[in-house]
């Protein structure tokens, strides 16, 4: 009897707690909304990245959704962040600047060799651009697929495997990106570029600071531009 009794306060304090914690949750999302915009316009627009889709693809985009939860507060401060498996997200002014190279936009098909959490993918794909994104580390592959359809971004076509070679079978593309540093510009890449193609990417030694470098291609030739010292975490080989 006892028992029955306490049974509709126990409910009712239930409710309570799902009602207040629904409210706390609905806050903390809204202000992360409003860290966002302030890292958009403090870290990206002003540091000089200017194309419109870019920067509405950067507010977007929400950032904390990609990182651990535990991370989740540090989302829009201006450093890379730990994403597991020993690998990080980008700057986010790193991200802006690479995205807004590559031109990204509707009609625009677009290949990332180092998908880690999805974010850069998901920014891309926030252009209107057609995605297409590989991860070598099949756990990180799995996790960021599902976050991406998760988000919305389930249009962008992911796959675990080495980014060295590409993705021949929907080759060439309008431009790529690479998020992980290597030696050397691998060579199946610049095949499956289009002509007049883009290619961004860190080259350099994996241990020091690179040099993100702007790679297009011109039928057979081949130009090359420096852009600035970066720091990626290295370019892996499958075994
Ligand atoms: N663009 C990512 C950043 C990831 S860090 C983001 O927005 O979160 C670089 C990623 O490149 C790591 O996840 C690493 O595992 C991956 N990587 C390194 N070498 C690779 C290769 N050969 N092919 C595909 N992915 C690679």
Same mark, same amino acid.
């Given at each position: 009897m006892r028992s029955l009794s306490v049974?509709? $306060?126990?409910?009712?304090v239930l409710l309570l707690w799902i009602a207040l914690l629904s409210v706390c949750s609905t806050r903390a999302e809204s202000n992360r909304?409003?860290?966002?915009?302030?890292?958009?316009?403090?870290?990206?627009?002003?540091?000089?990245?200017?194309?419109?889709?870019?920067?509405?693809?950067?507010?977007?985009?929400p950032r904390h959704r990609f990182v651990p939860r535990i991370q989740a507060?540090?989302? $829009?401060?201006?450093?890379?962040?730990?994403?597991?498996?020993?690998q990080t997200i980008?700057?986010?002014?790193?991200v802006a600047y690479m995205t807004e190279i590559v031109r990204p936009g509707p009609g625009r098909k677009?290949?990332?060799?180092? +998908?880690?959490?999805? $974010?850069?993918?998901?920014?891309?794909?926030? +252009?209107?651009?057609?995605?297409y994104s590989i991860e070598i580390i099949?756990?990180?592959? +799995?996790?960021?697929?599902?976050?991406?359809?998760?988000?919305?971004y389930g249009a962008v076509q992911t796959r675990a495997a080495d980014g060295y070679y590409g993705w021949a079978e929907q080759a060439p593309f309008d431009a790529i990106i690479v998020t992980a540093a290597s030696e050397f510009?691998?060579?199946?890449?610049?095949?499956?570029?289009?002509?007049?193609?883009?290619?961004?990417?860190p080259v350099g030694s994996p241990f020091f600071v690179q040099t993100l470098m702007l790679v297009q291609k011109h039928g057979e030739a081949i130009t090359s531009a420096n852009l600035m010292p970066v720091r990626f975490v290295p370019f892996r080989r499958a075994e």
């Open positions: 049974l509709p $306060y126990m409910v009712f909304a409003t860290e966002r915009m302030a890292m958009v316009t403090e870290q990206i627009v002003a540091r000089g990245v200017k194309d419109p889709a870019t920067v509405a693809a950067m507010r977007a985009v507060a540090s989302a $829009y401060a201006d450093r890379p962040l730990p994403i597991g498996h020993g980008s700057q986010p002014f790193i677009i290949l990332e060799i180092g +998908t880690g959490s999805g $974010y850069q993918a998901a920014v891309l794909a926030a +252009t209107g651009a057609e995605v099949p756990e990180l592959a +799995t996790a960021a697929a599902a976050r991406l359809r998760e988000l919305g510009v691998p060579p199946p890449l610049i095949e499956q570029l289009k002509d007049a193609g883009l290619m961004i990417l």
